[in-house]
Nanobody, 122 residues
């Protein structure tokens, strides 16, 4: 099971970034994918999740209307388009996966990738 997040960087408040997560084929098929983040001194928190078909998508209240999660099953890729970024979005972002949506939403997916740093300056 392999996941690799990328696309982080430094951006000014109000700007945009697009994160990508590459998954091994064995991981990707039929699994729920999710994004999480951890800011300095804070606990890791759920950001967004998407089921295999894309039929069910969930967002944390803090990112609704600004972030969009998507996936391309043919390419084994998941994305997080982040718009109208705020300094409080600064964190290390992780992609994760699990067969169960409930498990992902509860913050306990079994498989995690390495994170990518997102820094939003004011």
């Amino acid at each position: 099971v392999q996941l690799q997040a990328s696309g982080g960087g430094l951006v000014q408040a109000g700007g945009s970034l697009r994160l990508s997560c590459a998954a091994s084929a064995r991981t990707f098929r039929s699994y729920v994918m999710g994004w999480f983040r951890q800011a300095p001194g804070k606990e890791r928190e759920f950001v967004a999740a998407i089921t295999w078909s894309g039929g069910t998508i969930r967002y944390a209240d803090s990112v609704k209307g600004r972030f969009t999660i998507s996936r391309d099953n043919a390419k084994n890729m998941m994305y997080l388009q982040m718009n109208s970024l705020k300094p409080e979005d600064t964190a290390v972002y992780y992609c994760a996966t699990d067969p169960s949506l409930i498990t992902v939403l509860s913050g306990r997916p079994n498989y995690w990738g390495l994170g990518t740093q997102v820094t939003v300056s004011s």
